[in-house]
């Protein structure tokens, strides 16, 4: 492989009136002058690579060839890109690679560029506010089912070290595929949008346990190690109105399927741009949208019942997952099962999931 400097993203480049008008996202690292965002939110990319032949930006799903000036240094400017965070990666003569300037964090079944890109102005739902703050503690463990030491991270809401008397209902949410217990901790800004909402009012005080939905069986891990030890752990209430489950992508399938083999767990359930193949996938039963169907025809006002809340959203038709969900709210209008649908623009994306777990966040234990 040719030599690549990792200087970073333009540290080279002088103050210019480019830069005076562009601005750092917060996702740069400490000396990182680019990428950086235009007025408009278009991305500005360099990379110092004297030695390439080809250099391309790829984000939001579109590739953006770059260009070489005569120092060696490479530069693109994007489309306008979707508010909140964005992953994104270099290729170097067809070689991909995070960027040297940038926070990486691990999605797409690796550690990726990312790129936070404001909200609109007075759109601070996500934004560090001047509240009061929980915090968001790790927690190792070891797990029996799958013989090894795994851990979760578990946001803890800003009464809970000061009013010790005070019990709690828990929200379990997972992540998707490629993913990990890291993301709705870091990517998906939990701690942030439930401080902002408590904070107004606008949802109850609650604890979030986001563990890791890659395991041999996520339902004996979840029911046999998750819930015991936070149960064991923490001011919770243990009961089923107190308890609710979501997820998003795969996590969202897990929480279907737990969702109808033990619907006496939860009386909250939220499923985020997911839905059951249309197909069978593989030879893992839990996979069987058919099964579940069954089950869910069977005992229809059972579940209608147990519910509270059964919440589906969809980042709108450029969602990957958007077939499969529609097909599957068609089957549920067919069995009767009662559901709030919700949609927004943004594809298979975090910006979707953070508004989803900031709709159903204020639905719960209302």
Not at 237 to 245: C, F, H, L, S, V
Not at 329 to 335: A, P, S, T, Y
Not at 356 to 364: D, G, K, M, P, R
Request: with cysteine; proline share 4%; glycine share 8%.
């Amino acid at each position: 492989m040719k030599r690549l400097s990792t200087l970073g993203l333009g540290l080279l480049l002088s103050a210019s009136s480019l830069m005076a008008q562009n601005v750092r996202p917060v996702t740069n690292l400490r000396n990182g002058q680019f990428p950086q965002l235009t007025a408009d939110n278009r991305g500005v990319f360099q990379l110092k690579a004297p030695d390439a032949k080809e250099v391309i930006v790829d984000i939001g799903g579109k590739k953006y060839p770059m260009t070489k000036d005569d120092k060696g240094v490479w530069s693109a400017t994007t489309d306008v890109l979707m508010s909140g965070i964005n992953y994104y990666f270099l290729y170097v003569d067809g070689v991909q690679i995070s960027d040297p300037a940038s926070e990486t964090f691990y999605g797409c079944s690796r550690m990726s560029s990312c790129i936070e890109v404001p909200y609109a102005k007075g759109d601070v739902r996500f934004e560090l506010a001047n509240v009061a703050h929980g915090e968001t503690t790790m927690r190792r463990y070891y797990s029996k089912n799958e013989g090894a030491w795994r851990r979760m991270f578990i946001y803890l809401p800003p009464s809970y070290q000061t009013d010790l008397s005070k019990t709690y209902p828990v929200l379990y949410i997972q992540h998707g595929g490629g993913e990990d217990e890291r993301g709705w901790a870091l990517q998906g800004r939990t701690d942030i949008i439930l401080d902002n909402l408590i904070a107004q009012g606008k949802a109850n005080e609650m604890i979030v346990v986001m563990s890791d939905g890659n395991c041999k069986d996520f339902i004996k891990e979840l029911t046999e190690e998750c819930i015991p030890l936070v149960e064991k752990t923490y001011r919770v209430k243990k009961d089923a109105a107190n308890r609710a489950m979501a997820g998003l992508s795969m996590g969202g399938i897990q929480t279907l399927n737990i969702a109808v083999a033990k619907p006496e767990l939860f009386q909250y359930v939220g499923v985020f741009s997911s839905g059951w193949f249309t197909r069978p996938f593989g030879n893992n039963p839990q996979m069987n949208a058919e099964e579940n169907y069954k089950k869910l025809a069977e005992r229809k006002d059972f579940y209608n019942k147990q519910f509270k809340q059964f919440y589906l959203t969809m980042g709108g038709q450029e969602d990957i997952a958007f077939n499969n969900c529609k097909a599957m709210r068609e089957k549920f209008d067919e069995i009767g099962i009662k559901y709030k649908y919700f949609e927004t623009p943004g594809g298979h994306t975090w910006p979707v999931w953070r508004e989803s777990l900031y709709q159903f966040a204020q639905l719960l234990w209302k």
